[in-house]
């Protein structure tokens, strides 16, 4: 339970403290939440609960389209590999998102250079969340086994 509290404090922290909305862990955390826990509820609830409140806190606005690619991605993440899970969510940020925006008013269209970078932030942001993750997930497993192999 105190993990979960770092991680929901640390992911408040990290939109409130005003990085990037591309360059924030929300994305990557609902793609590493399946390999943290096997809670759907926690899956789901934590990034997408997380971003309702920051976003109607910082903005006082609702953005279900947002929501829903937040959770989508955990369910990419339950079904293929976290990078492939990473590519697949970032593309489905990238239609969905900047469509919704056209739709709604002024806004970039996905294929416009503004869109493209963004979203190219996304992804890279994303993916050295991601690899920071696997990076600490293997050696924390190596640290482990090297010290039940050494009791011995």
């Given at each position: 339970m105190l993990q979960l509290i770092i991680l929901a404090s640390i992911l408040v922290g990290s939109r409130l403290i005003g990085m990037d909305?591309?360059?924030?862990?929300?994305?990557?955390?609902?793609?590493i939440l399946p390999y943290l826990t096997q809670n759907k509820i926690v899956q789901y609830s934590l990034p997408i609960?997380?971003?309702?409140?920051?976003?109607?806190?910082?903005?006082?606005?609702?953005?279900p389209v947002v929501y829903f690619c937040i959770g989508a991605s955990t369910l990419l993440s339950s079904r293929l590999n976290k990078y492939s899970a990473t590519l697949a969510g970032v593309l489905l940020w990238h239609i969905s998102?900047?469509?919704a925006v056209v739709m709604s008013g002024p806004?970039?269209?996905?294929?416009?250079?503004?869109?493209?970078?963004?979203?190219?932030?996304?992804?890279a942001s994303s993916l050295l969340y991601v690899g920071l993750f696997d990076v600490a997930q293997r050696f924390f497993k190596q640290t482990s086994a090297y010290k039940n192999s050494s009791a011995l």
């Amino acid at each position: 339970m105190l993990q979960l509290i770092i991680l929901a404090s640390i992911l408040v922290g990290s939109r409130l403290i005003g990085m990037d909305a591309n360059w924030t862990p929300v994305l990557a955390t609902a793609i590493i939440l399946p390999y943290l826990t096997q809670n759907k509820i926690v899956q789901y609830s934590l990034p997408i609960s997380i971003m309702i409140v920051t976003d109607i806190y910082m903005s006082g606005n609702f953005y279900p389209v947002v929501y829903f690619c937040i959770g989508a991605s955990t369910l990419l993440s339950s079904r293929l590999n976290k990078y492939s899970a990473t590519l697949a969510g970032v593309l489905l940020w990238h239609i969905s998102v900047n469509g919704a925006v056209v739709m709604s008013g002024p806004g970039f269209a996905p294929f416009t250079p503004e869109a493209m970078i963004f979203d190219l932030r996304l992804l890279a942001s994303s993916l050295l969340y991601v690899g920071l993750f696997d990076v600490a997930q293997r050696f924390f497993k190596q640290t482990s086994a090297y010290k039940n192999s050494s009791a011995l």
